[in-house]
């Protein structure tokens, strides 16, 4: 299975922050690389697909970039709503493998 | 607007079978560009995909390496939905269970199912 590697685990930000988290893929996946937001008690809701491609309704705040092994998942202006994990995923295979999280809490 | 509704018993004993259900709405199971997804969550093994089942021009699965074997989804075209079935469960595969369609990512998702394994 293509390892997912997720950081930072945490990251304490404020309202108005730009937020970088990073996502290394065990081996080459191309761009088939997505990024998740999930809430406790709540399904992943999906953000960003094909490494930098902004899900429909999702706002425009949320980017991604990269390919190969390293990606990137950018907030620029973190919102009240946006205190929530992080997840990426691989589908460049047919096992599809997640990141272990990354959870944005409040300074 | 894509709906899954999952269905299924929140309560499995050890070696035995755990089965859920995912009705779909607002899709076809048989799409030829989507897949159909199992995936779990548990605090010690984080989000794991399970496997999914697809039709292109005829049908197919694919299951993760770790439940192979244990783990079968079918599709049921006359009800619109597929399921999970994962045999000789264990404590361990106690965890929350979503379904989920996959078009470019998992863009909609079930309401989740707690199941969990008694010894």
């Known amino acids: 299975d293509i390892q997912m590697t997720q950081s930072p685990s945490t990251l304490s930000a404020s309202v108005g922050d730009r937020v970088t988290i990073t996502c290394r893929a065990s081996?080459?996946?191309?761009?088939?690389l997505a990024w998740y937001q999930q809430n406790p008690g709540k399904a992943p809701k999906l953000l960003i697909y094909?490494?930098?491609s902004l899900e429909s309704g999702v706002p425009s705040r949320f980017s991604g970039s990269g390919s190969g092994t390293e990606f990137t998942l950018t907030i620029s202006g973190l919102q009240p709503d946006d205190f929530a994990t992080y997840y990426c995923?691989?589908?460049?295979?047919?096992?599809?493998?997640f990141g272990q999280g990354t959870k944005v809490e409040f300074k | 607007q894509v709906q899954l509704q999952q269905s299924g018993p929140g309560l499995v004993k050890s070696s035995q079978t755990l089965s859920l259900t995912c009705a779909i709405s607002?899709?076809?199971?048989?799409?030829?560009?989507?897949?159909w997804n199992w995936i779990r969550q548990s605090p010690s093994r984080g989000l794991e995909w399970l496997g999914r089942?697809?039709?292109?021009?005829?049908?197919?699965?694919d299951y993760a390496v770790s439940v192979k074997g244990r783990i079968s989804i079918s599709s049921d075209t006359s009800k619109n939905q597929f399921s999970l079935q994962l045999n000789s469960v264990t404590p361990e595969d106690t965890a929350v269970y979503y379904c989920?369609?996959?078009?470019?990512?998992?863009?909609?998702w079930g309401q989740g199912t707690q199941v969990t394994v008694s010894s």
């Open positions: 989920a369609r996959d078009d470019a990512g998992f863009d909609y």
């Open positions: 607002g899709d076809n199971v048989s799409s030829t560009y989507a897949g």
């Open positions: 089942t697809y039709f292109r021009s005829k049908w197919y699965s």
């Open positions: 081996q080459n996946i191309n761009i088939w």
């Open positions: 094909k490494a930098s």
């Open positions: 995923q691989q589908y460049n295979d047919y096992s599809w493998t």
